[in-house]
């Protein structure tokens, strides 16, 4: 694979670059072989008009024949590609000098070259003179005129364009290439000469010796090109080589290793160029992959820890419904067979070992294939399922299978038996709790039913004796016990009726006698019952209620019961000096708000909770200073939330206690229709 690769990138990119340059080269050679025949031939006509200005120079130097013959004849000897020179006067009509020594002193109108004959007629008779391309044998023949001069003056015969008549022309090239360019010559506008002239001179040029001129200095242009172009394919070929090969190969090396488990193979930099910066990000990458990799691999370790120590059984089933993923306790909560759950088992297989052995319970309507079928449908869908059933060995299985969201599932198994026996445990022991309950409730309310009727003879007799209804007592003791009988008695029945109220709200058969009670009167008439209990603990009480108070709907009786348990408790725990305040209010968003603000004892804010347990009192010692059985604020928050009230008591130790009852804005009436009060302060001082 890496050899295909290598190979391939020369091929590619090597061997096109240096066959490319080897046609650019060529192209280059070629195209400078055909426009460079333009530019030889315009040289060789330059050449001639050279020739004949140096032959018209001799010619004007003297009229000796024999020496022009001689010149002439040096001329063609010394320039192989010179094929004929004919020099004739215009006066004879003779030809006085040329090239072929049968030709001299010989008539024109004799020459044996009838095309030759003719351009030399025109040249003498009419003076056209210029270049001229002969068809048949394909050579370059130019006509100048013989021109008399003063002696020691040169002729030089220019173009009129000062460039020759071939400049800025491209003559193709074709087999007949001089035959071609004579004919772009001659096509060409002719070049003025003055009209005074002896006679003409003609040079004509042969085919052969333009060629080998051409070809000559073109085999060298093109040798040279196409060893400057392979040269320099050979440098770049070698620079490639290294800067560009070299280190893809090196690289490409790097991944063969570490696609067959080297993890520790780098790429080599040797130079930090664009190459090199990849290699650089390739390391790089490489580093970061493994860091990645070893954490992935600490993970990995630690999630199999964690999913094979779960306390729960997990199986993982992918999209087709085959197991991918288990731990080792949902064989164990499962009771499966250690040679059933393995990799790659269908979901449908774990279904139908769990109808045949009954897991699911019996349907008498449904057979064991139509089971399976209605379960793994369920499946399919991707509905999730919350089940409990019976395990292996009297166990209690909790079931959750949840869809994921590639279509697979997860199912979930744990052994809830120990919490369903506690469960049992708590329900069985709430049940006889509310039946203790309860029989506590009716054997309270039973009891002080039953107390209530002697009570009541016990107060009723000693009230008698006390009274001296029927006489007087003997003895002045007696008349001191029965008051005794008939305190005792009377606390005792109030002690009885509380526990009664108590017992009737907790059991649920308290009723309430709603009305529309003037709170003004309850208030005033539970302070005068508490007036003679305040006075003789000189604690003052003081009534602070605003004149336009409405009604309130509510059981006046256990309204007062409220009242007087609340005024109580703030006589008792108020020592002497101290007071004791009721306030009242009523507002559309807060409801009908009533307060007693004592400034008794307090107490702490983590002994309130306790303060409104039945039975329970804050001081629990024996020799306790303040009496009480503790029923007195449990009894009252029952009645307030009997009436959908809420009771709050704020304490400080030293500052004293403020109770308030809040009755919602429901029960809050109209104003009170009777003669306008104004806001008193009620006091007991």
């Given at each position: 694979m890496a050899r295909t690769a290598s190979h391939s990138l020369h091929a590619r990119f090597l061997l096109p670059l240096l066959v490319g340059g080897i046609i650019a080269a060529a192209a280059g050679a070629?195209?400078?072989?055909?426009?460079?025949?333009?530019?030889?031939?315009?040289?060789?006509?330059?050449?001639?008009?050279?020739?004949?200005?140096?032959?018209?120079?001799?010619?004007?130097?003297?009229?000796?024949?024999?020496?022009?013959?001689?010149?002439?004849?040096?001329?063609?000897?010394?320039?192989?590609?010179?094929?004929?020179?004919?020099?004739?006067?215009?006066?004879?009509?003779?030809?006085?000098?040329?090239?072929?020594?049968?030709?001299?002193?010989?008539?024109?109108?004799?020459?044996?070259?009838?095309?030759?004959?003719?351009?030399?007629?025109?040249?003498l008779e009419h003076g056209r003179f210029g270049p001229h391309i002969d068809e048949d044998s394909h050579s370059l023949s130019y006509i100048a005129p013989l021109q008399p001069l003063s002696p020691g003056r040169g002729v030089h015969l220019r173009p009129a364009n000062g460039f020759g008549p071939m400049s800025g022309r491209t003559i193709g090239w074709s087999g007949d290439a001089v035959a071609g360019a004579a004919a772009a010559v001659m096509r060409s506008p002719q070049m003025p000469f003055p009209r005074r002239y002896r006679g003409a001179i003609l040079i004509q040029l042969s085919q052969r010796g333009m060629e080998q001129a051409v070809a000559s200095i073109l085999g060298r242009l093109f040798t040279a090109v196409l060893g400057g172009v392979m040269i320099t394919m050979m440098i770049?070929?070698?620079?490639?080589?290294?800067?560009?090969?070299?280190?893809?190969?090196?690289?490409?090396?790097a991944m063969d290793r570490q696609s067959s488990g080297d993890a520790s193979a780098r790429a080599p930099v040797r130079i930090y160029d664009e190459i090199g910066d990849v290699a650089v990000r390739f390391n790089s990458m490489l580093d970061t992959l493994g860091d990645r990799e070893s954490a992935l691999t600490e993970n990995s370790a630690l999630l199999e820890t964690t999913f094979e120590n779960m306390s729960?059984?997990?199986?993982?089933?992918?999209?087709?419904?085959?197991?991918?993923?288990?731990?080792?306790?949902?064989?164990?909560?499962?009771?499966?067979?250690?040679?059933?759950?393995?990799?790659?088992?269908?979901?449908?297989?774990?279904?139908?070992?769990?109808?045949?052995?009954?897991?699911?319970?019996?349907?008498?309507?449904?057979?064991?294939?139509?089971?399976?079928?209605?379960?793994?449908?369920s499946a399919r869908r991707g509905e999730a399922l919350r089940d409990e059933r019976g395990g292996p060995n009297g166990t209690i299985l909790s079931i959750r299978r949840d869809p994921l969201p590639d279509g697979g599932l997860v199912v979930t198994l744990a052994d809830i038996t120990d919490r369903k026996r506690a469960e049992g445990q708590m329900l069985k022991a709430k049940e006889e709790a509310e039946l203790a309950d309860r029989a506590k409730t009716d054997f309270l309310a039973n009891m002080s039913h039953e107390l209530r009727t002697p009570l009541n003879a016990v107060i009723g007799f000693s009230e008698v004796i006390k009274e001296g209804m029927f006489g007087p007592v003997g003895n002045a003791k007696y008349i001191e016990y029965a008051n005794g009988i008939h305190e005792s008695g009377t606390h005792l029945l109030a002690l009885i009726n509380d526990i009664l109220d108590l017992s009737k709200v907790e059991a649920g058969k308290a009723d309430l006698d709603e009305e529309a009670v003037d709170v003004h009167k309850v208030i005033r008439s539970c302070m005068t019952l508490l007036s003679e209990r305040a006075e003789s603990g000189a604690v003052k009480l003081i009534a602070d209620v605003p004149a336009a108070l409405p009604t309130l709907l509510a059981d006046e009786r256990k309204l007062k019961q409220i009242l007087v348990n609340l005024l109580s408790n703030a006589v008792k725990f108020t020592d002497p000096?101290?007071?004791?305040?009721?306030?009242?209010?009523?507002?559309?968003?807060?409801?009908?708000?009533?307060?007693?603000?004592?400034?008794?004892?307090?107490?702490?804010?983590?002994?309130?909770?306790?303060?409104?347990?039945?039975?329970?009192?804050?001081?629990?010692?024996?020799?306790?200073?303040?009496?009480?059985?503790?029923?007195?604020?449990?009894?009252?928050?029952?009645?307030?939330?009997?009436?959908?009230?809420?009771?709050?008591?704020?304490?400080?130790?030293?500052?004293?206690?403020?109770?308030?009852?809040?009755?919602?804005?429901?029960?809050?009436?109209?104003?009170?229709?009777?003669?306008?009060?104004?806001?008193?302060?009620?006091?007991?001082?």
């Open positions: 070629w195209v400078t072989y055909t426009t460079t025949i333009g530019h030889f031939t315009d040289q060789l006509l330059q050449r001639a008009m050279q020739l004949a200005s140096a032959l018209n120079h001799s010619t004007i130097l003297g009229d000796d024949g024999t020496r022009i013959q001689h010149v002439v004849r040096e001329i063609a000897g010394d320039m192989p590609e010179v094929q004929l020179i004919v020099i004739a006067t215009r006066d004879s009509r003779k030809v006085i000098a040329s090239s072929v020594s049968g030709w001299n002193n010989r008539p024109i109108d004799q020459l044996p070259n009838s095309h030759l004959r003719q351009e030399m007629v025109d040249a770049a070929y070698l620079l490639l080589n290294r800067q560009v090969i070299t280190p893809l190969n090196a690289l490409r090396l729960q059984g997990i199986a993982v089933h992918d999209s087709d419904l085959k197991l991918v993923a288990f731990n080792r306790r949902y064989i164990e909560i499962g009771g499966y067979p250690p040679n059933l759950i393995r990799l790659g088992l269908p979901y449908e297989d774990i279904i139908r070992f769990n109808t045949e052995r009954g897991a699911y319970g019996h349907d008498d309507d449904l057979g064991v294939e139509q089971q399976i079928n209605r379960r793994m449908m000096g101290g007071t004791v305040t009721v306030k009242s209010w009523a507002r559309p968003e807060s409801g009908f708000i009533i307060q007693v603000i004592d400034s008794g004892i307090g107490m702490a804010l983590d002994d309130i909770p306790k303060a409104l347990e039945p039975f329970t009192q804050v001081d629990s010692k024996l020799d306790r200073k303040y009496e009480g059985t503790g029923l007195g604020l449990p009894l009252t928050k029952s009645l307030i939330e009997l009436h959908s009230g809420s009771f709050d008591l704020q304490s400080k130790i030293g500052i004293g206690t403020t109770a308030t009852v809040r009755f919602p804005a429901e029960r809050v009436g109209a104003a009170v229709a009777e003669m306008p009060r104004p806001a008193e302060t009620l006091s007991t001082a």
